[in-house]
């Protein structure tokens, strides 16, 4: 398994790398940044595990409850409005990341004052996002918990924050909430998560205010809207209470956090850390690729466009690229693994035809030029 997980990713990074040299002729800069961060952390073995939902579902409370501590500020009217990592460290610490670059350390009782709508409304201190480090062994081996705002509240820039971090997702831990039935916008919502993410797993949070029969209700009915509006057929939702597993943490009460029923969920993900982290951080990763491959298509043709030239090969070429991407993400549905060899092939053919495009394109320009003086 590691070796075919090691050649899988040589091939993956191998293919990162053409569609890298394409947007770096093409001049689309953020295309370049974006996929060498993607080869980055792909190369460096982070795994980006994002905690995501409405606002008011009780994220930063299930984070809390999951690291078995109060590290992150929580209230009752919608807060969070920074993205927020945690990572692993041997000693707790916190630093603020500013959008000029600037970095400073703060204090966990500081950590308010930045990450906060009522701290730091619609973020006018500048805050690009905050660095947790903790000693939880659901950090190690690179796993980086990410706290999120909600989306969907009144502060329309906390919905953004959330939005522009998608394409870093690896996989999503999605809340919903037992005293408010799945919204339109939570389920337009899980549609661009899976844009990125390669797994995401769904709790159902506060279920300590309902009987056992309303709790079940709750879950099926959870269960066939998203099945019906979004495709998602016979997944698992945990059901747990955050709140209640965070205050047996905090005073070590073990029949808080059994009733919470965090246990069932914990044992889960632990589960996946260990043996499907690594296949997920490759179809994530090819989500990525997918992505950016679409984004310069699409550039590609609206240049064509633009030209108005007939270009019937290099169209053919796009075509067969467009088909490959299908192909590949019904391979990935099926087995887990893409980018194979053809994929490649396709990318290199793809990189050559624009290559010639560009260059006959130049040659005409100064023919006309020729011809006209």
Excluded at 32 to 55: P, S
Excluded at 133 to 138: C, K, L, Q, V
């Amino acid at each position: 398994m590691e070796q075919s997980y090691g050649k899988l990713k040589t091939e993956v990074l191998k293919n990162l790398g053409l569609l890298e040299n394409i947007a770096n002729q093409r001049k689309i800069v953020h295309l370049v940044e974006y996929l060498g961060e993607v080869k980055q952390k792909l190369l460096q073995g982070r795994f980006n595990l994002v905690v995501l939902g409405e606002f008011k579902r009780g994220k930063t409370t299930f984070l809390n409850a999951l690291l078995g501590a109060d590290l992150l500020p929580t209230a009752v009217v919608p807060l969070t409005s920074i993205v927020t990592l945690i990572q692993y460290g041997e000693r707790i610490s916190a630093k603020v990341t500013f959008l000029d670059g600037v970095v400073e350390e703060t204090t966990l009782d500081e950590l308010h004052l930045y990450v906060t709508e009522e701290g730091n409304p619609c973020n006018e201190k500048n805050v690009k996002l905050v660095h947790l480090e903790y000693p939880s062994p659901y950090l190690k081996d690179g796993v980086v918990l990410i706290d999120t705002p909600g989306v969907g509240s009144i502060y329309q820039n906390n919905t953004d924050e959330t939005y522009n971090y998608l394409p870093k997702v690896d996989a999503a831990i999605f809340l919903l909430s037992s005293d408010q039935p799945i919204s339109r916008s939570e389920l337009d919502f899980l549609k661009d998560i899976g844009q990125y993410s390669a797994k995401t797993f769904f709790i159902l949070n506060k279920v300590d205010y309902l009987t056992d029969l309303d709790k079940k209700k709750a879950l099926e009915f959870a269960k066939k809207v998203l099945a019906e509006k979004v495709g998602l057929e016979e997944i698992n939702i945990y059901s747990l209470s955050a709140k209640l597993a965070l205050d047996g943490k905090i005073s070590g009460d073990d029949e808080k956090i059994k009733a919470s029923n965090l246990p069932a969920f914990t044992a889960m993900l632990e589960k996946f850390l260990l043996k499907e982290k690594g296949r997920a951080a490759i179809n994530a990763t090819c989500n990525k690729g997918n992505n950016a491959a679409g984004e310069l298509q699409l550039g590609l043709e609206l240049e064509m466009k633009a030209l108005g030239i007939p270009l019937e090969e290099l169209k053919a070429k796009i075509v067969l690229f467009d088909e490959m991407v299908i192909n590949l993400r019904q391979e990935q549905e099926d087995n887990g693994y893409i980018f194979q060899g053809e994929k490649s092939k396709v990318y290199q053919e793809l990189e050559h035809e624009i290559t010639v495009f560009q260059e006959s394109q130049d040659i005409m320009i100064v023919k006309e030029i020729e011809q006209e003086y």
